[in-house]
């Protein structure tokens, strides 16, 4: 019963949720509206389960003295502060409450922000480094590559209508460039898209149908 009721309802609900789009009735997307509604419950259950796996882990990990554990004390320090700041009421020393609670700001504009930004400066290195990896002319396709990102990148800065200012007028490099980015990239993202909708459609199917049954813990 422990499998049969989760595989029902999602067979039931996976169910209504493709024909509802084919009854044009105010009924109808009423119900789908309130079913949607029930997405916000499920998350606001899930949000605490997540933190209460954070909390385990972390202190057991702070526990036990295993790698790396100083940084679980800062991540409980800092989960717990924002909840605290976040709560309270204490309007005349912090201003207000909420969102909008000095420290709460405080902690999320001048700590979170800049973590996100190392984050992202990081990547930017990886990029390039992977980038440096792929554009390698080993092969034709590679070769296309090389030679699209070469055009992209010198398309992007002032520097490469200069360089090849002797081109004849609408071949600039910017031109190129755009046409690149408007119809050869367009396209492959089309397929890309096209290709994640149908991954999305089987693995749905999978799940209504109860043969996909790894969100019940195990295959059988």
């Known amino acids: 019963m422990k499998r049969q009721l989760p595989l029902f309802l999602v067979l039931i609900f996976g169910l209504f949720g493709i ?14 509206e309130y079913l949607l509604d029930w997405i916000y419950i499920i ?4 949000l605490a389960l997540g933190i209460w796996s954070l909390l385990r882990v972390s202190w057991d990990k702070i526990k036990h003295k ?17 909840i605290f700041f976040g709560f309270n009421y204490f309007r005349d020393f912090f201003n207000s ?6 420290m709460f700001r405080a902690f ?31 092969s034709f396709q590679a070769t296309l590559l090389l030679l ?13 209508n200069v360089l090849f200012a002797w081109l004849p007028q609408g071949w600039q490099v910017s031109n190129i460039a ?9 396209a492959g993202q089309r397929a890309i898209q096209i290709g994640i909708a149908l991954g999305i459609i089987s693995t749905s199917l999978r799940l209504i149908l109860g043969i996909e049954r790894a969100h019940l813990g195990g295959e059988g």
């Open 148 to 160: 699209a990102g070469f055009v992209v990148m010198l398309g992007s800065v002032p520097i490469g």
């Open 43 to 46: 998350g606001i259950f899930a």
């Open 108 to 138: 999320f504009d001048y700590i979170m922000i800049p973590i996100q930004s190392t984050m992202f400066s990081l990547l930017a290195f990886f990029i390039a480094s992977a980038s440096f990896r792929a554009f390698r002319a080993r």
């Open 97 to 102: 409450a909420g969102l909008q609670n000095y």
């Open 178 to 186: 755009d046409w690149v980015r408007n119809y050869p990239q367009v």
């Open 19 to 32: 024909v509802q789009y084919f009854i044009p009735h105010e009924k109808s997307e009423w119900m789908y």
């Open 66 to 82: 295993r790698q790396n554990w100083p940084y679980s004390v800062v991540t409980l320090v800092g989960l717990f502060a924002m």
